[in-house]
């Protein structure tokens, strides 16, 4: 467990809690399936997806009937929160299980509660893909380290939702995809794009093609492309030249193996201002995406201050 002192940027090497990581990417796929089951569809599958909260991960609340519910991982208490607008609820102790286990513990759960979870019982995005209930391969879990990967999150989202306000434009919520295991934030340029080739392991090309429908500048953060995860930011379609463009700050390079602008998470933690270097690098490599695609960029962004110049408070 993590103390007062952890700093607001705290360390933690990917090759050290791969295992638990790998395990944890299985346990969020299983909650975003079930997210995904009783939504209907928002474009690019924004849906399905998780949110940073206080205390861990959340799937916020998900419509059932004529009511809701909600499941959160608490990487403070190492908890999985199953929790009902009837006002019932269940818990799962987080700890080192199966998939299996996991994934049948949920089950049972949710049942309890009246709660229907038909969901396709395979992962996506990865290769070899498990089926959930066949899964005894991934079965680590590192409290200590998780709560560190949550603390990571924490600073990843609120510096990328200080990003997201200078945007008027159409964009995402910032979000976690649990295909992928990202936190994503992706702004818009208001046009269609061209069919995206898909490709991506046990995932269908046409989930791709609506997630990548429209012309788009995205950016976020991962546990991998770095000794300690990184930040990401890439463009579809690609503009020409976009990969021989300058950025900011320093340590930020483009990579030709993931196909799209990095910036790794300790170099972001070692800098003077983390804050300001996360932000330089997302403005940055917006801005070469935005400019190369020439998009109406006046029209798009503006001052997320702009009310409170000589106004009163309320």
Known sequence: MTSPATPSWPSLRVSDWTATRDTLHMWTQIVGKIRMAHTPLLNHWWQVTLYVSARG??????????????????????????????GDTRSLPLRPMPVAEFYTRILAMLGELGIEATIRPHPNEVDPAIPFAEDYEHASYDAAAVTLFWRQLLQANRVMSEFR?????????????????????????????????????????WVMVEGYSQELSSCGFWPGGGEEGAFYSYAYPTPDGFADQTVLPEGAFYSKEFQ????????????PDPDRAVAEFLRSTYEAAADLGQWDRAALEDNPARWSVGRSEP
Not at 62 to 84: C, K, M, N, W, Y
Not at 261 to 268: G, M, R, T
């Open 165 to 205: 306000s200078h945007f008027v434009g159409k964009v995402s919520p910032v979000h976690f995809f649990w295909g992928a295991m990202d936190l994503a934030c992706t702004r818009f340029s208001g046009r269609p794009a061209p069919a995206h080739p898909g490709g991506a392991p046990n995932c269908g090309d």
């Open 57 to 86: 991960l959340t799937t916020s609340a998900i419509p059932h009937r004529t009511g809701a519910f909600e499941i959160e991982f608490d990487f403070v208490g190492h908890q999985l929160e199953v929790r009902s607008s009837t």
């Open 260 to 271: 799209q602008f990095l910036f790794p998470y300790e170099a972001a933690r070692a800098a």
